[in-house]
C-alpha cells in the first residue's frame, strides 16, 4: 500500500494522506492482533521497526523537499533510525525480549511511553498525522515550514485542530527519541566496561 502511496504522493496528495494512514492504521492492527492471538515473534518485531521506520523515512524525505529549512526533517530522520536502532541493539546486548522493556529505566517520561500503550499509540499517530497533515497543507515546493504551519493554525479548521493536537504528542514522541537515545548508547558502553573489566 505504501509503495503505491509513494509513488502517486505528488499527482494525488489526498490519496497519498489516504494510504499512508490507512497502512499506518493496519500496522497497528497487526501488532495488536500479533499479541492477541500468541503470535508475537523477534522476527516480527524487528520487521515492525524496520517497516515504520521506512515509512517515515520516506515521508520525512518528501517533507524535506517540500519545505525549507528541509535540515529540519532530515535531523528528525536521523533522530528517528538513531533512537530506534541504538535502542534495538542495547535490548540485545541487555538479553531483553522486547525493545519495550523498559521497566528498569528512571526516567518517568520514558516508561510512561513505553508502558502505556495507549499513550504510545497517540504519540506515534499524532506524529504521523502531523508530517501527514504538514504534506498536505504545502501549496508548493520550497514553503517555509514556520509560515506555513502558523498560517494553518490560524485558520480555526478541522485541520488547524488536528495539527494543534499532533504537535503535543510529536513533542512528547521526540523527547522520548532524544532519551531512548542517551538510555541506549549509556548501555552500550556500560557494557563495554563491563566486558574490558572481566578480561
Not at 124 to 144: H, M, P, Q, R, S
Not at 177 to 183: H, S
Request: hydrophobic share 50%; aromatic share 14%; charged share 20%.
Amino acid at each position: 500500500m505504501n509503495c503505491f502511496a509513494f509513488a502517486i504522493c505528488f499527482s494525488n496528495k489526498r490519496l497519498f494522506c489516504l494510504l499512508y494512514f490507512i497502512s499506518f492504521v493496519c500496522d497497528g492492527i497487526d501488532g495488536w492482533c500479533a499479541r492477541k492471538f500468541n503470535q508475537v515473534s523477534t522476527f516480527g518485531a524487528v520487521l515492525d521497526m524496520v517497516t515504520d521506520r521506512i515509512s517515515t523515512a520516506c515521508l520525512l524525505v518528501m517533507l524535506s523537499q517540500v519545505y525549507r529549512p528541509g535540515l529540519v526533517f532530515v535531523s528528525l530522520l536521523a533522530l528517528d533510525i538513531a533512537s530506534h536502532w541504538l535502542q534495538m541493539y542495547s535490548t540485545f546486548l541487555l538479553g531483553k525480549s522486547s525493545h519495550k522493556d523498559v521497566k528498569d529505566s528512571s526516567n518517568w517520561l520514558f516508561k510512561a511511553y513505553y508502558g502505556n500503550r495507549m499513550f504510545m499509540a497517540y504519540c506515534c499517530a499524532a506524529c504521523e498525522v502531523l508530517y501527514i497533515i504538514l504534506f498536505l497543507i504545502a501549496k508548493k515546493e520550497n514553503e517555509n515550514l514556520m509560515d506555513v504551519s502558523i498560517e494553518s493554525i490560524k485558520e480555526c479548521s478541522l485541520i488547524s485542530f488536528l495539527l494543534g493536537l499532533s504537535l503535543f504528542g510529536w513533542a512528547i514522541k521526540q523527547t522520548v527519541n532524544v532519551i531512548q537515545m542517551k538510555t541506549a548508547a549509556d548501555v552500550c558502553v556500560l557494557y563495554d566496561i563491563d566486558k574490558k573489566e572481566k578480561h
